[in-house]
């Protein structure tokens, strides 16, 4: 599921259910001992998929720690970011020549619980989110843009190293036509309940990535499918005349000169 929104330069590792054949170092078994069955096995799930992800970079299995903001520390020359939730784990990694951030992030597809879009969003997504949505199966709007906002945060922490509220980020969303719809069943139908498309933040506090370049917005995919959303955002390292930040497999991008506090090391 992941795959479909990041681009070829990453790479993406998910698990549906606990995954019985990753194990821990101890550096990362020490931080769980006394954590409950379940975040144990979550814990130890996303960093199995972080090291397939890993390998498929071509490199060796390494410890994944928690650093500041627990925004996880990669192995130099590496980028990435991790997400977990009921159902759902996922890495998604790319060498820091091809990429200078990801941030991702997956959540149930249900409504938010009462009063959490209203402290998550400002005036325009709060119409957005409560605008009926016409088809049978049911989109939970509040979900995608609270997911959407996680994957933000998760991109811009490490990139530009300062906290980023909720209301500090407006984000508006692109649905792909049918035609346009990554998930398909062999005969190229897309998948009963599946929803996909793109969404642009635009970050309404200055920020600065590595080399001076001004970070105003972000573009990532979303998708909804199998009971849950996705979000990611790739940020391309590019020559500092390029764009300050973009992601996904259309090239979407959003000029520099454009213009919520997550949980960066889900």
Known sequence: MIETLIPAEACASEAFGPDGSAVLYPQEAALVAAATNERREEFTTVRGCARRALAALGLPPAPVLPGKRNVPRWPAGVVGSMTHCSGYRAAVLARDTDLMAVGIDAEPHRPLPRGVLEAIALREELAWARTPVAGAAPFHRDRLLFSAKEAVYKT??????TELEFEDALISFHEDSPGDTLEADPGGTPAAGTRAGTFRARVLRPGTAPGGHPVTAFTGRWTVHRGLVATAI???????????ATAGRDGDTAAGTDGGVGHPGR
Do not use: F, H, K, Q
């Open 156 to 161: 811009w922490y490490p990139l530009v190293g």
């Open 234 to 244: 790739t940020v391309p390292a590019r020559p500092p005349s390029a764009t300050a």
